[in-house]
C-alpha cells in the first residue's frame, strides 16, 4: 500500500509544481522525470498487491461520513501494473517529445494530475473516493484535449468528449445510488454485503455498463473516442487509450464482477453482444480513416471490444456455474488489456514521432519513412504485427486464449448464450483478420513506398528517449509474446479472486507452454514457435547465401513501365478501396462519386468518397437535433418577469407535492 | 527419444522436399488436361536452382524489410507446415502450436508478404497487397470457423488430437463436417491463390494478387517465395488430408513400420489430392475479383452455420 499510497499525493504535488515550473526549460524534466519514477512506484505497488494480502487504508478525507477508504487487492494491483507501464512509458517518451511542445504550461500541471486521477480510481474502496477520481480523470484529460485548441476539430472534440465523459460520470453515480440501496451504505465493504433483488441488480448491470462502457469506448457510446484521443498531445494519446480505456474495464470489472455479487446469464448476453459490434466496427471505421492518430483511436475501439467478448464469456460462464471457464475468459480478458496498453502506447508513440518528423497527421502525405526513420519504423512495425494478432507476439497469445474460452464450453442450456458465443467467435475472427489487413496499410502506407511529399521526404529520426520508450515497448510485446504463461500466473490472484477458480498453473510445463485446459486439448508454446521460425531463418539464410550470388541494385521493375510519380503508389484510400467495397458499402453506406468533365473541358477530374456513420446518423444527430430544438422553445424562459419566476416556483412545488401524495 | 526426434526431423524434411514435386504434379495435370505434354514434374526443382544461382536485382529504394520477408515468409510457412501431421499423429513438437496457431503462422507470412509488396511503391505491388488483404479478411474469420467446427467435434484444437479422433473415434456422419469441407475447400483455394479467385500461371495481367505482390522479387529471394507457395499449397491438402482423411496415419508411440505405412498412405493422399486439384483448376473459370468476397462469403457463412449447428445440437 506504502507505495501507491505516496505515489497519489506525489503525483497531486508534482501536478502543482507544473503550474509554476512549466514555462521553465527544466519543467518537462522535472515532470516527466517525476511523472516516470511515480508510475515506477504505481508499478511495484501493483506487482506487490497482484501477490500480497488485501490491504486497507481510511484517511479523514472527504466527506465527514464516509471518509477515504482506500484498498488494494488483486485487481487494483493488476490494473496498477497497466498504469504504472502506460504512465511510466508514456512520460518516458514525453522526455523527449514534450520539447516540440509550443505550450508546454498547458499539459504539464494537466499530465501527473491525470495520472494521479486513474491512480485513485484504482486504490479507491467507496463511491465517492472513486466518483472523485473518475471526474478527476475525466476533467484532467479533457484539459490535456484541449491543449491545441486553435487546431481545427480540436474543440468539437472537447465538447463532444466532455458531454460525454459528464454522461459517463452520471451513470456510474446512479449506479452506486443504487448500490448503496436506501441506507446509503457508500462503501464498497457495505455494497459487497448487500445483495440486490434481481429487477434492481439487472439495472445496475445496464447501468454500470452504460457509466464504464462509454469510457472505454463501446459501441454505440464510442463517438468521442476517435475525436478525443487524437486530438491531444501524442503521449497523452497513448495514455487516454492505452490506459484510461483500461482504468473504464476496471471501473466495470469493479461493480459487476466484485461489488454486485452473482449475476444472471442474459448479462453474458448483453455484454457479448455489444462486444463483438465494438470490435468489428471498430476496426471497419479504422480501416476507413486516414489520419493515423484516429485510426488508432478506432482500433482501440475494436480492442474494447475484444476486452469486453472475455468479460461477456466471463459473466455468462460465471451465471452458469461453470467457474473454470470464468477465470479462463477472465484471464483473457485482463490479458488482452495488458497487451492493448503495451502496443497500443507504442503506436501512438510511433504515431507522435511521425507527426514530429513531417508535421502531417495525414497518412497520404507519407511514405518511405522507414528510410528516414529507421528506429521509430521498427518498433512500430513490431506494434502493427502484435496489434494484428499475429504470432509470436503478444497480440496473439491474448486472442488465442479468448479463442479457446469461447470453445471451452458449448454446453449451453440457454438460448442467446447458445447462439451469441458461436457468432462472437466469427466476429472476434473478423475482426482479427480485418485488423492484419488495417495495420497492413497503416505501417505500408507510412512507412514504406516513396515519400508522398517534401515533408516525408526530408524527415527526421525522432530523440533517444522516445526511441527508448518504444523499443522498451516493443521488447514487452514479444517477451508477453513467448512467455504468455508468466502473465497468466500473474493474473491468476485477479481470477481468484472474482470467479472462485483459477487457470492451471502454467509455469510447470515443459518449455513454457500454455494450456488453458489440459494440454490434449489445446497448447501453444511462443518460445518454440518464435525459436523454430528464428532458427528456420538463420538456417536458410545460411544455406542460400552459401548458393546464391548476391544483390545488385537496380530501377524498379514494375512490369517494364516503372512511373517516376509518386502519386501513381498506392495510397491509404486506393488500398482500402476493396474492403471499402465489400464491407463499408453495407455497414457505411460507402459511395464513390467519378466526375469526368467531358472532352474539351479542361477540369480536373475528381473522385468523391463518402462514408455515412450509421451509429452517429441514428442516435446522436437526432439527439442535438432534439436538444437544440427544446433549447430554442426554452430560450423565451430567460426573459421573463419576476412575478412569473415566483409562479413557476410555486407551480413547480405544487406538482411535486401532488405527486408525492400520490406515490404514497 | 531419439526416434521421436528423428521422426519429427524426417516430417520436416519431407514436407520441405517433397513440395515442389507437389506443385510440379499440378501443373503436369493440369497441362495434360489441356492437351500439352507440359514440363516434367521436377520442373519446380530446376527453376528453383535456375534462380537460386542467379544474383537478386533489387530496387534502388528497397528497405531491409524488403530482404527479410522472403525467409520470414519461408521460415513460417516451414514451421506452420511442419505442424501439420503427416504420417504420425504425435510427433515431438505438435504441441507447440495447435490450428489456430497454425492458421495465424500463416498470416504472419501473409502480413510480410503484403509489407514488401508495398515496399517499392509500385502500383502493382500495392494492387497485389490491397486484393491479398482483402481476401484473407475474409478467409482467415472463415478458416477459423472451420477450426470450431473441427474442434468442437474433437474437442481439441491440437491438430494431432484431432486426427486421432477422426481415426479411432465414432464420429460418424456429421453435417458441420461436410460443411466444414467444403469450407475448407474454398479457403484452401483462396489462400493458395489456385484458379477461381487467382491464377498461379499468370504475369502481367489486372487480376492477379500474389504474382503482383512479389512482382518485384528475383533471385533467391523468388527462390524462397516459390518455395513457401509450394509448401503452403502442401500444408492445406495434408491439412484437409489429416483432418478428413486420416486413413493409415500412424498413431500411439513412433514406430518404424505404422511409420512407413503412414508415409506411404500420405503419400498417395497427397497424389490424389495433386491431382484432384489440378482437375478442378481446369474445369472452372476464374472469376472476377469482386465475386470472390462473395465466394469466400460463403465459406464463412457455412463454417459459421457449422459452428452454429453444432453449439445447438449440443446440451439440448
Redesign the interface.
Known amino acids: 500500500m506504502t507505495g501507491a499510497i505516496w505515489s497519489i499525493p506525489a503525483l497531486f504535488v508534482l501536478a502543482i509544481v507544473g503550474t509554476v515550473t512549466a514555462k521553465t526549460p527544466a519543467g518537462r524534466i522535472v515532470i516527466y522525470g517525476g511523472s516516470l519514477l511515480l508510475a515506477a512506484g504505481l508499478l511495484i505497488a501493483g506487482f506487490d498487491a497482484l501477490t500480497g494480502p488485501v490491504q486497507h487504508l481510511r484517511l479523514p478525507l472527504g466527506l465527514p461520513w464516509i471518509g477515504t477508504n482506500l484498498r488494494l487487492d488483486a485487481l487494483s494491483g493488476f490494473f496498477l501494473v497497466i498504469l504504472g507501464l502506460g504512465g511510466g512509458g508514456a512520460s518516458l517518451f514525453a522526455l523527449g517529445y514534450g520539447r516540440h511542445e509550443h505550450h508546454p504550461e498547458r499539459v504539464l500541471p494537466f499530465f501527473p494530475a491525470f495520472l494521479a486521477g486513474m491512480a485513485t480510481v484504482l486504490v479507491a474502496d467507496d463511491a465517492f473516493t472513486f466518483l472523485f477520481g473518475w471526474e478527476l480523470m475525466s476533467l484532467t484529460s479533457w484539459a490535456l484535449v484541449m491543449a491545441h485548441d486553435k487546431e481545427p476539430g480540436n474543440a468539437r472534440a472537447g465538447f463532444v468528449y466532455l458531454i460525454m465523459a459528464t454522461f459517463s460520470g452520471l451513470a456510474l453515480l446512479l449506479a452506486f445510488g443504487m448500490l448503496a440501496g436506501p441506507l446509503g451504505g457508500y462503501a464498497f465493504d457495505s455494497m459487497r454485503a448487500a445483495h440486490p433483488a434481481t429487477g434492481t441488480a439487472a439495472i445496475i448491470l445496464i447501468v454500470a455498463l452504460i457509466g464504464a462502457g462509454s469510457k472505454a469506448g463501446l459501441v454505440p457510446l464510442h463517438v468521442w473516442l476517435p475525436l478525443a484521443h487524437p486530438a491531444a498531445p501524442s503521449h497523452v494519446s497513448a495514455l487516454m487509450s492505452g490506459v484510461m480505456t483500461k482504468i473504464a474495464v476496471y471501473g466495470f470489472i469493479r461493480i459487476v464482477f466484485d461489488l454486485l455479487g452473482p449475476n444472471q446469464w442474459w448479462a453474458g448476453t448483453a455484454v457479448l453482444v455489444l462486444g463483438g459490434i465494438t470490435a468489428v466496427l471498430g476496426v471497419l471505421h479504422a480501416l476507413m480513416e486516414r489520419d493515423i492518430k484516429r485510426l488508432l483511436a478506432y482500433s482501440t475501439v475494436e480492442n474494447i471490444g475484444i476486452v469486453f467478448i472475455g468479460l461477456g464469456l466471463a459473466l455468462a460462464f460465471r451465471a452458469t456455474g461453470f467457474q473454470a471457464g470464468a477465470a479462463l475468459a477472465l484471464t483473457a480478458a485482463l490479458f488482452h488489456a495488458l497487451n492493448h496498453t503495451v502496443f497500443k502506447s507504442l503506436l501512438f508513440f510511433g504515431a507522435g514521432a511521425v507527426l514530429n518528423a513531417t508535421g502531417e497527421r495525414d497518412m497520404e502525405t507519407m511514405g518511405g519513412l522507414i528510410h528516414r526513420m529507421p528506429r521509430t519504423s521498427f518498433a512500430f512495425l513490431a506494434g502493427c504485427v502484435a496489434i494484428a494478432g499475429l504470432p509470436p507476439l503478444n497480440g496473439f497469445a491474448s486472442e488465442w486464449l479468448t479463442l479457446q474460452a469461447i470453445l471451452v464450453h458449448p454446453e449451453m442450456s440457454e438460448w442467446g448464450l447458445k447462439l451469441m458465443i458461436p457468432v462472437d467467435g466469427a466476429a472476434l475472427a473478423l475482426a482479427a483478420a480485418l485488423a492484419g489487413a488495417c495495420f497492413v496499410r497503416a505501417f505500408g502506407i507510412v512507412f514504406l513506398g516513396r515519400p508522398r511529399t517534401d515533408a516525408a521526404a526530408h524527415a527526421r529520426e525522432t530523440d533517444p528517449w522516445s526511441i527508448a520508450a518504444m523499443m522498451g515497448f516493443a521488447a514487452l510485446c514479444l517477451l508477453a509474446g513467448i512467455f504468455p504463461g508468466v502473465v497468466i500466473d500473474a493474473i491468476a490472484p485477479v481470477a481468484r479472486g472474482l470467479t472462485g477458480a483459477r487457470m492451471p498453473v502454467q509455469l510447470g510445463d515443459a518449455w513454457m507452454t500454455i494450456a488453458p485446459v489440459e494440454a490434449s486439448r489445446s497448447s501453444y508454446n511462443g518460445l518454440l514457435v518464435f525459436g523454430f521460425v528464428t532458427a528456420s531463418i538463420l538456417l536458410t539464410v545460411a544455406v542460400v547465401h552459401r548458393l546464391s550470388r548476391g544483390v545488385r541494385r537496380g530501377p524498379a521493375w514494375d512490369c517494364g513501365f516503372p512511373d517516376p510519380t509518386t502519386a501513381s503508389q498506392y495510397s491509404a484510400a486506393s488500398f482500402a478501396q476493396p474492403l471499402r467495397r465489400v464491407f463499408a458499402t453495407v455497414v457505411f453506406q460507402a459511395s464513390d462519386t467519378v466526375v469526368m468533365p467531358p472532352p474539351g473541358d479542361n477540369r480536373a477530374a475528381s473522385i468523391v468518397r463518402r462514408i455515412r456513420d450509421p451509429i452517429w446518423d441514428t442516435v446522436y444527430a437526432p439527439l442535438g437535433r432534439g436538444v437544440g430544438w427544446i433549447a430554442d422553445r426554452a430560450n423565451k424562459l430567460q426573459f421573463l418577469t419576476i412575478r412569473r419566476y415566483l409562479g413557476f416556483v410555486f407551480g413547480a412545488l405544487v406538482v411535486l407535492l401532488m405527486a408525492l401524495t400520490l406515490w404514497q | 527419444m531419439i526416434y521421436a526426434f528423428l521422426a519429427q526431423l524426417v516430417q520436416m524434411t519431407l514436407i520441405l522436399v517433397l513440395s515442389p514435386l507437389l506443385t510440379g504434379l499440378v501443373r503436369k495435370v493440369k497441362a495434360r488436361l489441356q492437351r500439352r505434354r507440359g514440363p516434367s514434374v521436377f520442373q519446380p526443382y530446376r527453376d528453383l536452382r535456375r534462380l ?14 524488403f ?1 527479410v520477408a522472403p ?2 515468409v ?3 510457412t ?2 506452420a507446415a ?1 505442424l501439420v501431421p503427416t504420417f504420425a499423429a504425435n510427433l515431438m ?1 505438435s ?4 490450428l ?2 497454425i492458421t ?2 500463416l ?2 507470412a ?2 510480410a508478404l ?2 514488401a509488396g ?10 497485389g ?3 491479398e ?2 481476401i ?6 472463415a478458416m ?2 472451420i477450426v ?1 467446427s473441427v ?2 467435434i474433437a ?4 491438430l494431432s ?1 484431432i486426427a486421432e479422433t477422426m481415426l479411432n473415434g465414432d464420429v460418424g456422419l456429421r453435417v458441420s463436417l461436410a460443411l466444414a469441407l467444403i469450407a475448407l475447400v474454398i479457403v484452401a483455394m483462396a489462400e493458395n491463390g489456385r484458379v477461381p479467385v487467382d491464377n498461379p500461371a499468370t ?2 495481367e489486372l487480376t492477379m494478387v500474389h504474382e503482383a505482390m512479389v ?2 522479387y ?3 529471394h523468388l ?2 517465395i516459390e518455395l513457401a507457395a509450394s509448401l503452403k499449397l502442401t500444408l492445406y491438402i495434408a491439412m484437409i488430408a489429416c483432418v478428413f482423411v486420416p486413413l493409415g496415419m500412424a498413431s500411439g508411440p513412433g514406430q518404424v513400420v505404422p511409420d512407413a505405412i503412414g508415409a506411404t498412405a500420405w503419400l498417395a493422399k497427397m497424389a490424389v489430392g495433386g491431382v484432384l486439384l489440378g482437375v478442378a483448376e481446369t474445369s472452372v473459370a476464374k472469376m472476377r ?2 465475386r470472390v ?1 462473395n465466394f469466400l462469403g460463403a465459406a ?1 457463412m457455412l ?2 452455420l457449422g ?2 449447428l ?3 445440437s ?2 439440448m
Open positions: 537460386l544461382g542467379k544474383e537478386a536485382v533489387i530496387a534502388d529504394n528497397a528497405s531491409w524489410l530482404r525467409y520470414f519461408f521460415a513460417s516451414w514451421v511442419a513438437f504441441w507447440s502450436g495447435d489456430i496457431a495465424a503462422l498470416g504472419s501473409r502480413f503484403a509489407l508495398m515496399d517499392i511503391g509500385t502500383s502493382f505491388g500495392g494492387i497487397s490491397s486484393r488483404m482483402m484473407s479478411s475474409l478467409a482467415e474469420p477459423l470457423m470450431f474442434a468442437l474437442g481439441s484444437t491440437q488430437t504475369h502481367l512482382l518485384e528475383s533471385g533467391r527462390a524462397m475479383v469482386f468476397p464463412l463454417g459459421l459452428v452454429l453444432l453449439f445447438v449440443r446440451g
